[in-house]
């Protein structure tokens, strides 16, 4: 169980029964508070909202049972608690998605109410930068998240998860290098909209050269239905290929469908419904050379945070 003294974060043995039974009240308010940047690790460290509201339970269930007077600094308490269970589901969670059907992609969730989901900078919270931290250590997710969406120092860094100021410092490098080596510079969230926008358009009559114009050379396109609804069980990859492979669907797939623009994950996106239900969020990156990804989340129970 973790335990904060002063500033400093350790383990200790079994969780006490809090004594300060009158401080409930107290004890609610302050996790309430903290409740935002609670979720923005919790969400960048597993990419799921439900798993992340699922730790946060937990993180409650420990606070309001454990002997709080002991603890100096709520907030460190907190932020600890809920990173070291991150980093014990995400290590679970990884067995769990080597047997996932088709590409795994972030659970979207609508950030038009809280931007930076109670973080002070919207870093690590795009789909295609939260795929990519797929493919970091948890440890190295965990220093990194923490690090730049957070800015937490070295040291309040190591004492979260327990290493030193200096392994600290090497994780979060490594894990700025493997991003860096992926991702390219993004347009503006304006042209990132207009490329949206057009690829809509462009996807919705099946138009091969339109599409074309509008990718990348190396697009990639990801759709995640999860095994539960038909989706392709493999990245399209090359601009031809994926043109083609949107035009394939688009009569049946576009039949009938309302197109809502939201902001999912700090990007533009369309929900895209039919007969009033959501079974679809589709969000695309651009650079400079076009649109580079194009993701599809329609696995069903990814879709509750995007709901009508």
């Known amino acids: 169980m973790i335990v904060v003294t002063g500033t400093l974060v350790e383990q200790q043995g079994p969780t006490m029964q809090s004594k300060d039974t009158g401080g409930l009240q107290e004890a609610e308010a302050l996790f309430h508070a903290a409740r935002g940047r609670l979720f923005g690790i919790a969400y960048r460290m597993l990419g799921s909202v439900s798993e992340a509201d699922d730790l946060?339970?937990?993180?409650?269930?420990?606070?309001?049972?454990?002997?709080?007077?002991?603890?100096?600094?709520?907030?460190?308490?907190?932020?600890?608690?809920?990173?070291?269970?991150?980093?014990?589901?995400?290590?679970?969670?990884?067995?769990?998605?080597e047997t996932y059907v088709g590409p795994w992609l972030p659970e979207p969730v609508d950030t038009t109410a809280d931007p930076a989901l109670g973080a002070e900078r919207a870093e690590a919270l795009e789909v295609a930068v939260l795929m990519l931290l797929e493919r970091l250590t948890p440890t190295e997710r965990a220093s990194y998240v923490l690090r730049e969406a957070f800015?937490?120092?070295?040291e309040e860094i190591a004492e979260i998860i327990?290493?030193?100021?200096?392994?600290?410092?090497?994780?979060v490098s490594r894990a700025r290098k493997h991003l860096t080596a992926e991702i390219r510079a993004n347009?503006?969230?304006?042209?990132?909209?207009?490329?949206?926008?057009?690829?809509?358009?462009?996807?919705?009559?099946?138009?091969?050269?339109?599409?074309?114009?509008?990718?990348?050379?190396?697009?990639i396109s990801y759709s995640d239905g999860g095994g539960a609804v038909r989706a392709s069980k493999f990245p399209v990859v090359g601009r031809r290929r994926v043109a083609k492979y949107v035009h394939a669907f688009a009569g049946r797939f576009w039949s009938g469908v309302t197109v809502d623009p939201v902001e999912a994950n700090g990007?533009?996106?369309?929900?895209?419904?039919?007969?009033?239900?959501?079974?679809?969020?589709?969000?695309?990156?651009?650079?400079?050379?076009g649109i580079d990804r194009v993701?599809?989340?329609?696995?069903?129970?990814?879709?509750?945070?995007?709901?009508?």
């Not at 800015?151 to 070295?154: E, G, K, L, T, V």
């Open 295 to 308: 993701l599809w989340m329609m696995n069903p129970s990814k879709l509750t945070a995007m709901a009508l």
């Open 151 to 154: 800015a937490y120092s070295y």
């Open 267 to 289: 990007c533009a996106a369309v929900r895209l419904s039919r007969d009033g239900d959501v079974f679809a969020v589709v969000t695309v990156r651009a650079t400079s050379d």
């Open 187 to 219: 347009v503006a969230i304006s042209e990132q909209k207009r490329f949206l926008t057009a690829f809509v358009a462009a996807a919705r009559s099946g138009n091969v050269a339109v599409l074309e114009e509008l990718f990348a050379e190396d697009v």
């Open 56 to 97: 946060l339970q937990e993180v409650w269930i420990q606070w309001q049972t454990y002997d709080r007077a002991t603890v100096r600094n709520p907030e460190a308490f907190l932020a600890t608690t809920t990173t070291r269970l991150a980093i014990n589901v995400l290590q679970s969670a990884r067995v769990r998605r």
């Open 162 to 171: 327990g290493h030193t100021p200096a392994n600290v410092r090497q994780l």
